[in-house]
């Protein structure tokens, strides 16, 4: 998919408002820099598609993995709930990566 930067922002912004049912598409969230539009999920993740200033394009995903902690009980003790929040906060897990186009899976809408 070659493509200069303008026609793939606009390509994103297009993506980016059909997996909003054809609302206007959303604003770009930036990370590095680069500009992201969610372009699509799961019952785990969301999948954003960006475009970097050089025109490079990019795939970003950000989800939960399975927990190995139960969540506590009522009447949990701090600890308990200690543990509980830093296995849910090191549950999650972030990727980007350059792509050379936006082809496979990137959720669905």
């Given at each position: 998919?070659?493509?200069t930067?303008?026609?793939?922002?606009?390509?994103?912004?297009?993506w980016n408002s059909r997996y909003n049912g054809?609302?206007?598409p959303n604003p770009?969230?930036?990370r590095d820099g680069i500009l992201f539009w969610c372009v699509g999920q799961n019952s785990?993740?969301?999948f954003h598609a960006g475009v970097?200033?050089?025109?490079?394009?990019?795939?970003?995903?950000?989800?939960?993995?399975p927990m190995d902690v139960e969540d506590p009980a009522?009447?949990?003790?701090d600890e308990e709930w200690a543990e509980f929040h830093r296995a849910y906060e090191a549950s999650w897990e972030e990727t980007t990566?350059?792509?050379?186009n936006f082809n496979g899976y990137y959720g669905h809408f």
């Open positions: 998919m070659t493509m930067r303008d026609e793939a922002i606009a390509f994103l912004m297009d054809g609302d206007a770009p969230s930036e785990t993740h969301e970097g200033p050089d025109g490079r394009l990019y795939s970003y995903t950000i989800g939960q993995i009522e009447d949990a003790t990566r350059e792509v050379e």
